[in-house]
């Protein structure tokens, strides 16, 4: 089966680059076995929440100029990348996902604990914090009853420290109480689905409505609009305070929806989308792939002129760690990383770690490396590439969509040139 | 360092241990957002299997409500075998006996065997309204399930009496495991196989006392009778695969079973024959993407077509091949249905307990087809078919009748 382009993972960076080829009018299909980190979503989108060197960053364009050079970041180079960031919120409307930010400097966000932690755009159910302290005097925190997944108390200690009054209340709805006879189903996704009915949307409201008294604003869990956008508008309209969605533990309810999104809006502009499926055996000629199989087709082959790796890091299997080293699974890719394995980790949990860091080798067009050699037409993207640590600098959604962006054009820079 | 050795040779069967509790199976199951009996996949799963590993006591009789369609697995970003580990849960500690209904419903080819021979007299029966009360009332077949029709004439013996002699004119072969849709209840979609395969230079040839593939069997918990059938349809494609390029399918489902069921559920070995059985659609791609052969379609062909992936087509990952084969024709006006469950499940959604579960499941593919409104849907599953005509009024026709209706040449 040919293609222009075939992409190997379908989360963040796998539909970004997938959506910029396919709107670019190449024939693109998206391997991808199993669904994305997406689900996990703190609901904001993080682009560099601290330097490498452990500071702080707040005006991001600044911030680029101190990273090092195998940094993806610095493969993109500061001028395409700041272009980039400028037009990103344009290329999520494009697909019908609505950011909310400043893409130059960054915001804070109210984790699921309640902690404050520095973030880049959000999702739309979310709004971003100017800084550390609390924009209102009192509020109020409203859960649905039986829901374990968000703490009131959590929250209500963190924003009382910061000296915000808070009160916390309970949401009992009805039709919400048959979720309750499943302890492991009274979970965010299938509250959503009880909330996206109207008439319980409705009740939500009114009950809110009851509750609510002096307090500036409500401050719910991210469980509404499992399918439905623009519900924090909504919900702000009838109830006629702020309000200001806390993400839940996993699975992400916005998060879920985002995704479902941007796979709809691919396969609506063209794409082919295989879920469940998983690559395996790449034909190599030479320097370039010549086709791929999967585990579905079986003999039938998947050709194409490029291709991306957007495999994503240890959790999607993108990577594997034997007691010796690390591997990528589906190419055998070379990998930057340490090769004493005492230094892959540091025992203190908390810490930074080296392996977070590891992933695949690239040249500065993000071409894949094997055995020393470029591979011409074989692209990386998201978090199988090596040389960042975005769980320590907080930087994978910003890894994952501007790698994707950027692999896209040099693919199509490539075609262009050849024409 | 031999600690490590061992956690990384230490995968068991059905991979349980990798399932790191995200809950994505949960968001992707067409059962939990309607019953709220049913725990979900990841509790019914891998976290009962750790329970159950300890005493069998922990089994839980809810995981009868899983409808086996694999969606979990397909959402899983770990490969954990969900959907296996809950079936095989259901067969090892499932103390229920399959009742008088469950055995009628499973039993495909004996009760097909019988009905076919008083086709007429059954197919009218079943439709009477007290009939189907007594069903209801005494076998707990719901009221108001409409009831595939039997033919009167099997289609292995239309194809003895009418396909056998013009076979052996073609130089290559392909054997036809046609399930027990075709042969009892629908002998016009093996007649349009035999005709497409025939159009492309394939002659058909049958497997001589085909067995029903245990779909059914499996998911009532008739096992001994499920690993009987098994053996023998391994036994005898292994045998028709050395005169035959492939052993072909026309339903998702045996497919589905043949490759995957019978070494997972069942622990028959398919490993001589998994490669070269699979779905005619597949095969017919690769036939016409290598150019070996050609179809000559009709100039006059024109229809709006719904394509819907059955659960297990969705599993298979082939979907995009019945999809791609009738986008192929000429005239053909394409949408691509969202990926949902119809709610049937083969013989789940017969029976009474299940009847509101079943239609609520399917409701939203049902409402998305009233709303582009086709002229038929194309599915490759028999049971997605009955639900869908019984649920919207639209017809459904399976891709390879489509073909044939497509092409040149007489029926």
């Known amino acids: 089966m040919k293609f222009d382009s075939i992409i190997i993972g379908g989360g963040l960076s796998g539909l970004v680059c997938g959506l910029r080829l396919q709107k670019a009018g190449r024939k693109c299909a998206i391997i991808s076995s199993g669904q994305s980190a997406m689900h996990f979503s703190s609901g904001y989108f993080d682009f560099l929440d601290r330097t490498p060197d452990g500071k702080t960053t707040k005006d991001l364009k600044e911030a680029l100029g101190n990273l090092p050079e195998e940094h993806p970041y610095s493969k993109i180079g500061k001028e395409r990348l700041t272009g980039y960031m400028g037009s990103v919120k344009e290329f999520f409307s494009g697909c019908g996902i609505k950011l909310g930010g400043d893409p130059f400097s960054n915001g804070y966000r109210i984790t699921p604990t309640g902690n404050f932690k520095p973030t880049w755009l959000s999702l739309e159910d979310f709004s971003l914090l100017e800084n550390e302290s609390v924009p209102w005097k009192k509020v109020l925190i409203a859960n649905i009853e039986g829901f374990l997944d968000f703490n009131t108390s959590f929250i209500a200690e963190s924003l009382e420290s910061r000296g915000t009054a808070c009160r916390t209340s309970v949401i009992d709805i009805e039709e919400m109480q048959r979720l309750r006879r499943n302890p492991s189903e009274m979970r965010s996704a299938n509250i959503a689905r009880v909330l996206d009915r109207q008439e319980c949307a409705d009740k939500a409201v009114s009950q809110i409505k009851q509750q609510l008294q002096d307090e500036e604003a409500v401050l719910l869990p991210a469980v509404f609009g499992l399918r439905t956008p623009e519900v924090k508008d909504r919900l702000t309209k009838a109830i006629g305070r702020e309000v200001f969605f806390v993400a839940t533990m996993p699975p992400s309810v916005p998060g879920i929806r985002t995704q479902m999104r941007l796979k709809e809006e691919f396969e609506a502009s063209g794409g082919v989308f295989l879920a469940g499926d998983t690559a395996l055996s790449p034909e190599l000629a030479g320097s370039r792939v010549m086709s791929i199989g999967t585990v579905n087709f079986g003999d039938i082959r998947l050709e194409a002129d490029s291709y991306v790796l957007a495999t994503g890091s240890f959790f999607s299997k993108g990577l594997s760690a034997t007691p010796e080293r690390i591997v990528e699974n589906i190419f055998g890719l070379d990998i930057i990383s340490d090769t004493q394995r005492e230094r892959w980790y540091d025992t203190d949990f908390f810490n930074r770690q080296n392996y977070i860091s590891y992933g695949i080798r690239t040249d500065s067009r993000m071409r894949c490396i094997k055995e020393g050699s470029t591979v011409e037409n074989l692209y990386a993207a998201g978090s199988v590439l090596g040389g960042s640590n975005p769980l320590y600098e907080g930087s994978g959604a910003g890894t994952a969509i501007f790698t994707a962006m950027y692999v896209a054009d040099s693919i199509l820079s490539s075609v262009n040139t050849t024409l | ?411």
């Open chain 2, 1 to 411: 360092m031999t600690e490590m050795k061992m956690q990384e040779n230490n995968i068991s069967e059905n991979n349980f241990e990798q399932c790191i509790k995200c809950t994505v199976c949960t968001v992707y199951c067409p059962v939990v957002p309607v019953n709220p009996e049913y725990p979900g996949p990841k509790q019914a799963g891998p976290d009962g299997e750790r329970l159950r590993l300890k005493k069998g006591i922990f089994f839980d009789q809810t995981l009868k409500y899983c409808l086996n369609c694999k969606r979990c697995e397909v959402a899983c970003p770990s490969g954990v075998r969900i959907g296996d580990i809950i079936q095989a849960a259901k067969i090892r500690y499932g103390k229920s006996r399959p009742k008088l209904r469950d055995f009628m419903l499973a039993s495909t080819d004996m009760m097909g065997g019988i009905a076919t021979k008083v086709a007429p007299v059954v197919n009218a029966t079943l439709k009477i309204k007290p009939v189907k009360q007594i069903m209801d009332g005494v076998l707990k077949i719901d009221h108001r399930r409409s009831f595939p029709e039997y033919s009167s004439q099997t289609f292995e013996s239309w194809f003895r009496k009418n396909a056998l002699r013009d076979q052996e004119k073609f130089d290559r072969h392909v054997a036809y495991f046609h399930g027990c849709y075709a042969n009892y209840n629908y002998p016009q979609l093996g007649k349009d196989f035999v005709k497409v395969m025939n159009a492309l230079g394939y002659g058909v040839r049958l497997l001589d006392g085909e067995k029903c593939c245990g779909v059914a069997l499996v998911s009532n918990g008739m096992i001994n009778q499920a690993t009987r059938n098994a053996r023998r349809n391994i036994k005898l494609m292994e045998g028709a695969l050395s005169s035959c390029e492939a052993v072909l399918g026309t339903s998702s489902s045996c497919s589905f079973t043949i490759r995957d069921e019978y070494p997972h559920l069942l622990g028959v070995d398919n490993s001589s024959v998994r490669d070269r059985m699979e779905l005619a659609v597949k095969f017919i791609y690769r036939l016409l993407e290598s150019g070996k052969a050609k179809l000559e379609f009709r100039d006059d062909f024109k229809a709006r077509i719904a394509y819907h992936v059955p659960c297990h087509m969705e599993k298979l990952g082939w979907g995009i091949f019945s999809a791609r084969l009738v986008k192929m024709i000429p005239g053909v006006e394409f949408t691509m249905l969202d990926s949902n469950c119809c709610g049937i499940a083969g013989t789940y959604g017969f029976k009474k307990e299940n009847y509101e579960v079943s239609q609520a499941i399917g409701k939203p593919l049902f409402d998305q087809i009233r709303a582009v409104d086709p002229d038929y849907v194309a599915c490759d599953c028999e049971t997605c078919k009955w639900q869908i005509e019984m649920s919207t009024g639209y017809k459904v026709m399976n891709p390879i009748s489509i073909l044939a209706a497509a092409i040149k040449g007489r029926d």
